[in-house]
Protein backbone atom coordinates (compact mmCIF):
# COMPACT_ATOMS: atom_id res chain seq x y z
CA UNK A 1 0.00 0.00 0.00
CA UNK A 2 2.35 2.09 0.74
CA UNK A 3 5.13 1.40 -1.77
CA UNK A 4 2.19 2.65 -4.65
CA UNK A 5 2.62 6.40 -2.94
CA UNK A 6 6.38 6.41 -1.35
CA UNK A 7 7.23 9.19 -4.22
CA UNK A 8 4.55 11.86 -3.25
CA UNK A 9 5.16 10.92 0.74
CA UNK A 10 8.74 11.28 0.33
CA UNK A 11 8.66 14.22 -1.42
CA UNK A 12 6.20 16.28 0.87
CA UNK A 13 8.79 15.61 3.65
CA UNK A 14 11.70 16.69 1.59
CA UNK A 15 10.20 20.26 0.28
CA UNK A 16 7.62 20.85 3.42
CA UNK A 17 10.68 20.52 5.92
CA UNK A 18 12.90 22.52 3.17
CA UNK A 19 10.88 25.41 2.90
CA UNK A 20 10.64 25.71 6.59
CA UNK A 21 14.63 25.14 6.98
CA UNK A 22 14.82 28.26 4.29
CA UNK A 23 12.45 30.59 5.77
CA UNK A 24 13.17 29.95 9.37
CA UNK A 25 15.82 27.85 10.40
CA UNK A 26 18.71 28.24 7.90
CA UNK A 27 20.57 31.40 10.72
CA UNK A 28 19.73 28.93 13.35
CA UNK A 29 22.70 26.77 15.00
CA UNK A 30 23.58 23.24 13.76
CA UNK A 31 21.94 21.54 16.45
CA UNK A 32 18.76 23.53 16.30
CA UNK A 33 18.56 22.58 12.62
CA UNK A 34 19.47 18.51 13.08
CA UNK A 35 16.28 18.49 15.87
CA UNK A 36 14.07 20.07 13.45
CA UNK A 37 15.11 17.66 10.69
CA UNK A 38 15.63 14.40 13.04
CA UNK A 39 11.30 13.64 13.29
CA UNK A 40 11.32 13.86 9.11
CA UNK A 41 14.28 11.76 8.99
CA UNK A 42 12.83 8.96 11.23
CA UNK A 43 9.08 9.57 9.26
CA UNK A 44 10.96 8.92 5.78
CA UNK A 45 12.70 5.83 7.42
CA UNK A 46 9.45 4.60 8.68
CA UNK A 47 7.85 4.75 5.08
CA UNK A 48 11.23 3.36 2.93
CA UNK A 49 10.78 0.51 5.55
CA UNK A 50 6.72 0.33 5.17
CA UNK A 51 6.94 0.28 1.64
CA UNK A 52 9.03 -3.19 1.64
CA UNK A 53 5.64 -5.22 2.97
CA UNK A 54 4.64 -7.38 -0.05
CA UNK A 55 1.00 -7.05 -1.15
CA UNK A 56 -1.07 -4.08 -0.38
CA UNK A 57 -1.37 -4.48 3.70
CA UNK A 58 0.20 -7.36 4.61
CA UNK A 59 0.34 -8.49 8.07
CA UNK A 60 1.42 -4.90 8.87
CA UNK A 61 -2.32 -3.49 8.59
CA UNK A 62 -1.85 -2.44 12.49
CA UNK A 63 1.22 -0.36 11.48
CA UNK A 64 0.34 1.44 7.98
CA UNK A 65 -2.61 2.68 10.01
CA UNK A 66 -0.76 4.33 13.13
CA UNK A 67 2.35 5.27 10.23
CA UNK A 68 -0.51 7.02 8.54
CA UNK A 69 -2.29 8.69 11.30
CA UNK A 70 1.47 10.09 12.22
CA UNK A 71 2.43 11.19 9.17
CA UNK A 72 -0.71 13.08 8.70
CA UNK A 73 -0.43 14.28 12.17
CA UNK A 74 2.79 15.24 11.21
CA UNK A 75 3.25 16.76 7.84
CA UNK A 76 -0.68 18.05 6.75
CA UNK A 77 -0.30 20.27 9.24
CA UNK A 78 3.28 21.56 8.09
CA UNK A 79 2.85 21.77 4.48
CA UNK A 80 -0.68 23.95 4.92
CA UNK A 81 1.30 25.97 6.92
CA UNK A 82 4.01 26.31 4.12
CA UNK A 83 1.64 26.85 1.26
CA UNK A 84 -0.38 29.85 3.10
CA UNK A 85 3.06 31.50 3.85
CA UNK A 86 4.35 31.00 0.43
CA UNK A 87 1.10 32.65 -1.24
CA UNK A 88 0.81 35.46 1.11
CA UNK A 89 4.79 36.08 0.60
CA UNK A 90 3.91 35.92 -3.36
CA UNK A 91 0.97 38.65 -2.94
CA UNK A 92 2.96 40.98 -0.15
CA UNK A 93 5.73 40.84 -3.60
CA UNK A 94 3.12 41.03 -5.97
CA UNK A 95 1.55 44.34 -4.28
CA UNK A 96 5.07 46.13 -3.83
CA UNK A 97 5.95 45.17 -7.38
CA UNK A 98 2.01 47.27 -8.22
CA UNK A 99 3.92 50.20 -6.10
CA UNK A 100 1.30 50.41 -3.55
CA UNK A 101 2.45 52.83 -0.88
CA UNK A 102 0.23 52.26 1.71
CA UNK A 103 0.64 48.19 1.33
CA UNK A 104 4.52 48.78 1.07
CA UNK A 105 4.97 49.48 4.28
CA UNK A 106 3.08 46.33 5.58
CA UNK A 107 5.55 43.78 5.63
CA UNK A 108 3.83 41.39 7.88
CA UNK A 109 2.97 38.28 6.21
CA UNK A 110 -0.43 37.19 6.53
CA UNK A 111 -0.30 33.95 5.09
CA UNK A 112 1.67 33.12 8.05
CA UNK A 113 -1.15 33.58 10.27
CA UNK A 114 -3.59 32.37 8.15
CA UNK A 115 -1.55 29.10 7.83
CA UNK A 116 -1.17 28.49 11.42
CA UNK A 117 -5.05 28.82 12.07
CA UNK A 118 -5.11 26.27 9.34
CA UNK A 119 -2.60 24.15 10.67
CA UNK A 120 -4.49 23.94 13.83
CA UNK A 121 -7.73 23.14 12.06
CA UNK A 122 -6.11 20.50 10.19
CA UNK A 123 -4.79 18.88 13.58
CA UNK A 124 -8.09 18.93 14.86
CA UNK A 125 -9.62 17.08 11.43
CA UNK A 126 -7.26 14.31 12.05
CA UNK A 127 -7.75 13.43 15.86
CA UNK A 128 -11.19 13.63 15.58
CA UNK A 129 -11.71 12.01 12.14
CA UNK A 130 -9.48 9.12 13.49
CA UNK A 131 -10.92 8.44 16.60
CA UNK A 132 -14.57 9.68 17.02
CA UNK A 133 -15.52 10.51 13.72
CA UNK A 134 -15.01 7.07 12.76
CA UNK A 135 -17.30 5.40 15.22
CA UNK A 136 -20.18 7.52 14.63
CA UNK A 137 -23.04 5.90 12.35
CA UNK A 138 -26.41 7.94 11.07
CA UNK A 139 -29.43 5.97 9.38
CA UNK A 140 -30.73 7.64 6.65
CA UNK A 141 -34.02 7.16 5.02
CA UNK A 142 -35.58 7.78 1.58
CA UNK A 143 -38.32 7.06 0.11
CA UNK A 144 -38.97 7.02 -3.37
CA UNK A 145 -42.18 6.39 -5.39
CA UNK A 146 -42.51 4.75 -8.59
CA UNK A 147 -45.63 4.50 -11.11
CA UNK A 148 -44.98 0.74 -11.71
CA UNK A 149 -44.04 -0.85 -8.63
CA UNK A 150 -46.01 -3.44 -7.73
CA UNK A 151 -49.43 -2.44 -5.71
CA UNK A 152 -48.40 -5.33 -2.95
CA UNK A 153 -44.96 -3.67 -2.38
CA UNK A 154 -46.40 -0.39 -1.76
CA UNK A 155 -44.43 0.63 1.55
CA UNK A 156 -41.73 -2.12 1.02
CA UNK A 157 -38.51 -1.05 3.01
CA UNK A 158 -35.09 -1.85 1.81
CA UNK A 159 -31.80 -1.59 4.30
CA UNK A 160 -28.83 -1.02 2.18
CA UNK A 161 -25.12 -1.24 4.13
CA UNK A 162 -22.13 -1.12 1.63
CA UNK A 163 -18.36 -0.99 2.19
CA UNK A 164 -18.18 -2.67 5.59
CA UNK A 165 -14.36 -3.32 5.25
CA UNK A 166 -14.53 -5.49 8.68
CA UNK A 167 -10.74 -6.65 8.48
CA UNK A 168 -10.51 -2.63 10.04
CA UNK A 169 -12.80 -3.33 12.63
CA UNK A 170 -10.61 -5.35 14.85
CA UNK A 171 -11.06 -5.57 18.61
CA UNK A 172 -12.99 -2.85 20.25
CA UNK A 173 -13.55 -1.85 16.64
CA UNK A 174 -15.94 -4.46 16.51
CA UNK A 175 -18.50 -2.41 18.41
CA UNK A 176 -18.92 -0.28 15.34
CA UNK A 177 -19.96 -3.47 13.36
CA UNK A 178 -22.27 -4.43 16.65
CA UNK A 179 -23.88 -0.72 16.03
CA UNK A 180 -24.36 -1.44 12.68
CA UNK A 181 -26.17 -4.87 12.84
CA UNK A 182 -28.45 -3.73 15.73
CA UNK A 183 -29.42 -0.55 13.82
CA UNK A 184 -30.21 -3.11 10.60
CA UNK A 185 -32.54 -4.97 12.45
CA UNK A 186 -33.98 -2.18 14.51
CA UNK A 187 -35.57 -1.07 10.79
CA UNK A 188 -37.48 -4.24 10.37
CA UNK A 189 -36.23 -4.64 6.92
CA UNK A 190 -38.07 -6.63 4.22
CA UNK A 191 -35.01 -6.94 2.76
CA UNK A 192 -31.11 -6.40 3.12
CA UNK A 193 -29.01 -5.23 0.59
CA UNK A 194 -25.62 -5.28 0.71
CA UNK A 195 -23.27 -3.40 -1.93
CA UNK A 196 -19.61 -4.68 -2.08
CA UNK A 197 -16.50 -4.82 0.21
CA UNK A 198 -17.00 -6.71 3.44
CA UNK A 199 -13.35 -7.60 3.62
CA UNK A 200 -10.05 -5.73 3.11
CA UNK A 201 -7.89 -8.17 1.73
CA UNK A 202 -8.76 -11.57 1.79
CA UNK A 203 -11.42 -14.29 3.24
CA UNK A 204 -9.65 -14.01 6.56
CA UNK A 205 -11.01 -10.77 7.20
CA UNK A 206 -14.58 -12.11 7.81
CA UNK A 207 -14.11 -15.11 10.36
CA UNK A 208 -14.17 -12.95 13.75
CA UNK A 209 -17.03 -11.47 12.52
CA UNK A 210 -18.94 -14.08 11.38
CA UNK A 211 -21.24 -14.69 14.58
CA UNK A 212 -22.28 -11.26 14.70
CA UNK A 213 -22.96 -10.65 10.97
CA UNK A 214 -25.22 -13.80 11.16
CA UNK A 215 -27.42 -12.06 13.44
CA UNK A 216 -28.53 -9.83 10.28
CA UNK A 217 -32.39 -10.81 9.62
CA UNK A 218 -34.50 -9.51 6.72
CA UNK A 219 -38.00 -11.02 5.57
CA UNK A 220 -37.34 -11.70 2.37
CA UNK A 221 -33.86 -11.96 3.03
CA UNK A 222 -30.33 -10.58 2.28
CA UNK A 223 -28.56 -9.84 -0.87
CA UNK A 224 -25.18 -8.94 -1.58
CA UNK A 225 -22.45 -8.25 -4.34
CA UNK A 226 -19.14 -8.57 -4.51
CA UNK A 227 -16.83 -5.04 -4.16
CA UNK A 228 -13.27 -4.68 -5.54
CA UNK A 229 -11.94 -5.75 -2.30
CA UNK A 230 -13.56 -9.15 -2.09
CA UNK A 231 -12.15 -10.30 -5.52
CA UNK A 232 -8.57 -10.60 -3.41
CA UNK A 233 -7.06 -8.63 -6.14
CA UNK A 234 -4.84 -6.54 -3.22
CA UNK A 235 -2.84 -10.10 -2.03
CA UNK A 236 0.27 -10.67 -3.38
CA UNK A 237 0.06 -14.36 -4.79
CA UNK A 238 -0.62 -16.37 -7.83
CA UNK A 239 -3.96 -15.96 -9.68
CA UNK A 240 -5.53 -19.51 -8.78
CA UNK A 241 -4.77 -18.88 -5.07
CA UNK A 242 -6.80 -15.26 -5.60
CA UNK A 243 -9.74 -17.13 -7.59
CA UNK A 244 -10.08 -19.74 -4.43
CA UNK A 245 -9.86 -16.81 -2.14
CA UNK A 246 -12.86 -15.27 -3.86
CA UNK A 247 -14.76 -18.28 -3.78
CA UNK A 248 -14.16 -18.41 0.41
CA UNK A 249 -15.23 -15.04 0.17
CA UNK A 250 -18.69 -16.26 -1.22
CA UNK A 251 -18.71 -19.46 0.33
CA UNK A 252 -18.86 -17.14 3.62
CA UNK A 253 -21.50 -15.13 2.59
CA UNK A 254 -23.33 -18.26 1.86
CA UNK A 255 -23.08 -19.39 5.03
CA UNK A 256 -24.58 -16.49 6.27
CA UNK A 257 -27.45 -17.36 4.71
CA UNK A 258 -27.14 -14.21 1.76
CA UNK A 259 -28.00 -14.91 -1.50
CA UNK A 260 -24.62 -13.49 -3.50
CA UNK A 261 -25.68 -12.69 -6.92
CA UNK A 262 -22.70 -12.41 -9.72
CA UNK A 263 -24.15 -11.44 -12.62
CA UNK A 264 -27.67 -12.79 -11.71
CA UNK A 265 -30.91 -12.27 -10.42
CA UNK A 266 -33.88 -13.28 -8.16
CA UNK A 267 -37.36 -12.57 -8.36
CA UNK A 268 -39.09 -11.87 -4.78
CA UNK A 269 -42.72 -12.48 -4.72
CA UNK A 270 -45.80 -10.53 -3.13
CA UNK A 271 -49.38 -11.79 -3.37
CA UNK A 272 -49.99 -10.73 -6.96
CA UNK A 273 -47.60 -9.04 -7.57
CA UNK A 274 -43.18 -9.47 -7.83
CA UNK A 275 -39.71 -7.40 -8.02
CA UNK A 276 -36.80 -8.35 -9.78
CA UNK A 277 -33.49 -8.05 -7.46
CA UNK A 278 -30.38 -8.49 -9.29
CA UNK A 279 -26.82 -8.08 -9.06
CA UNK A 280 -24.35 -6.99 -10.96
CA UNK A 281 -20.43 -8.20 -10.31
CA UNK A 282 -18.04 -5.38 -9.81
CA UNK A 283 -17.39 -2.73 -13.21
CA UNK A 284 -15.17 0.07 -12.06
CA UNK A 285 -12.87 2.43 -14.26
CA UNK A 286 -9.25 1.94 -14.54
CA UNK A 287 -7.36 -0.45 -11.95
CA UNK A 288 -11.09 -1.86 -10.40
CA UNK A 289 -11.85 -5.27 -11.88
CA UNK A 290 -14.20 -4.59 -14.55
CA UNK A 291 -16.33 -7.45 -14.56
CA UNK A 292 -20.59 -6.53 -15.01
CA UNK A 293 -22.51 -8.03 -17.26
CA UNK A 294 -25.75 -6.12 -17.75
CA UNK A 295 -27.56 -8.83 -20.37
CA UNK A 296 -26.31 -11.89 -18.76
CA UNK A 297 -27.73 -10.36 -14.90
CA UNK A 298 -31.44 -9.67 -16.88
CA UNK A 299 -31.49 -12.32 -18.75
CA UNK A 300 -34.88 -13.69 -18.51
CA UNK A 301 -36.42 -10.41 -17.05
CA UNK A 302 -38.54 -8.45 -18.66
CA UNK A 303 -38.91 -4.75 -19.25
CA UNK A 304 -41.51 -4.12 -17.48
CA UNK A 305 -40.44 -5.69 -14.28
CA UNK A 306 -39.84 -3.77 -11.51
CA UNK A 307 -35.78 -4.16 -11.14
CA UNK A 308 -33.66 -3.32 -8.16
CA UNK A 309 -29.88 -3.63 -8.96
CA UNK A 310 -27.03 -4.18 -7.08
CA UNK A 311 -23.76 -2.82 -8.04
CA UNK A 312 -20.87 -2.02 -6.15
CA UNK A 313 -19.22 0.71 -8.25
CA UNK A 314 -21.42 3.91 -9.07
CA UNK A 315 -19.45 4.55 -12.71
CA UNK A 316 -21.14 1.67 -14.08
CA UNK A 317 -24.62 3.45 -13.55
CA UNK A 318 -24.44 5.67 -16.97
CA UNK A 319 -21.77 3.26 -18.76
CA UNK A 320 -23.49 0.35 -18.66
CA UNK A 321 -26.73 0.39 -16.02
CA UNK A 322 -28.19 3.32 -17.87
CA UNK A 323 -28.14 2.33 -21.74
CA UNK A 324 -28.23 -1.68 -20.91
CA UNK A 325 -30.78 -2.43 -18.92
CA UNK A 326 -34.35 -0.72 -16.99
CA UNK A 327 -33.71 -1.04 -13.73
CA UNK A 328 -35.68 1.43 -11.86
CA UNK A 329 -33.65 1.55 -9.34
CA UNK A 330 -30.04 1.02 -8.73
CA UNK A 331 -27.73 0.58 -5.26
CA UNK A 332 -24.26 1.69 -4.93
CA UNK A 333 -21.02 1.75 -2.56
CA UNK A 334 -17.38 2.17 -3.02
CA UNK A 335 -16.57 5.87 -2.44
CA UNK A 336 -17.21 6.10 1.27
CA UNK A 337 -17.91 9.44 -0.09
CA UNK A 338 -14.34 10.23 0.17
CA UNK A 339 -14.74 9.88 3.83
CA UNK A 340 -14.29 13.36 4.19
CA UNK A 341 -16.64 16.36 4.14
CA UNK A 342 -16.39 19.84 4.70
CA UNK A 343 -19.64 22.71 3.96
CA UNK A 344 -21.11 20.21 1.89
CA UNK A 345 -18.06 19.31 -0.40
CA UNK A 346 -16.66 16.08 -0.54
CA UNK A 347 -13.09 15.38 -2.61
CA UNK A 348 -15.06 12.39 -3.49
CA UNK A 349 -16.84 14.74 -6.11
CA UNK A 350 -13.94 15.06 -8.31
CA UNK A 351 -13.67 12.09 -9.01
CA UNK A 352 -17.23 10.81 -8.94
CA UNK A 353 -20.08 12.01 -10.88
CA UNK A 354 -22.46 10.08 -8.37
CA UNK A 355 -20.26 10.69 -5.19
CA UNK A 356 -22.85 10.32 -2.01
CA UNK A 357 -26.52 10.13 -2.23
CA UNK A 358 -29.49 10.56 -3.93
CA UNK A 359 -29.59 10.61 -7.82
CA UNK A 360 -32.07 10.90 -10.34
CA UNK A 361 -32.39 10.72 -14.13
CA UNK A 362 -35.59 10.32 -16.44
CA UNK A 363 -36.79 8.64 -13.39
CA UNK A 364 -34.22 5.97 -12.45
CA UNK A 365 -32.66 6.57 -9.44
CA UNK A 366 -29.08 5.31 -7.98
CA UNK A 367 -28.05 5.45 -4.37
CA UNK A 368 -24.60 5.50 -3.15
CA UNK A 369 -24.22 4.67 0.01
CA UNK A 370 -20.55 6.25 1.71
CA UNK A 371 -20.81 3.07 3.69
CA UNK A 372 -19.92 2.25 7.02
CA UNK A 373 -16.46 0.87 7.65
CA UNK A 374 -13.29 1.78 5.80
CA UNK A 375 -9.85 0.35 5.00
CA UNK A 376 -8.30 3.71 6.84
CA UNK A 377 -10.26 4.11 9.77
CA UNK A 378 -10.89 7.86 9.89
CA UNK A 379 -14.12 9.75 9.13
CA UNK A 380 -14.83 13.49 9.09
CA UNK A 381 -18.47 15.10 8.36
CA UNK A 382 -19.18 12.19 6.43
CA UNK A 383 -20.49 10.03 9.09
CA UNK A 384 -20.77 6.50 8.26
CA UNK A 385 -24.43 4.73 6.94
CA UNK A 386 -27.29 2.54 6.92
CA UNK A 387 -30.02 3.56 4.62
CA UNK A 388 -33.69 2.95 4.50
CA UNK A 389 -35.32 2.67 1.55
CA UNK A 390 -39.01 2.95 1.52
CA UNK A 391 -40.50 2.12 -1.80
CA UNK A 392 -43.98 3.56 -2.54
CA UNK A 393 -46.43 2.95 -5.15
CA UNK A 394 -47.07 6.46 -7.10
Not at 12 to 28: E, Q, S
Request: charged share 20%; aromatic share 10%; net charge positive.
Amino acid sequence: MISRAIIPLLLLIVITDAFFHMRFLRHKPWWAQLLWWLPSIALGAWCVKLSLVKGFLGESQGEIELFLFTYCLFMVPKAIFAICSTLGRMFGNLNRMLHRPALQRRRRNYGNLIGLLAAVAAIYIIIYGSSAGFYDIKVRRVELSFSDLPKAFDGYRIVQFSDAHVGTLRGARQELLRQMVDSINAQRPDMIAFTGDMQNTQPQDIYPHLDLLAELKARDGIFSVLGNHDYADYVDCDEAVKVANCRETISLQKQLGWTVLLNEHRRVSRKNGSIVVAGMENDGEGRFPQLGDAAKTLSGTSPTDFTILLEHDPTSWRRKILPQTHAQLTLSGHTHGGQFSLFGWTPASLRYKEAAGLYEENGRWINVSVGVGALIPFRFGQKGEIVVITLKKK
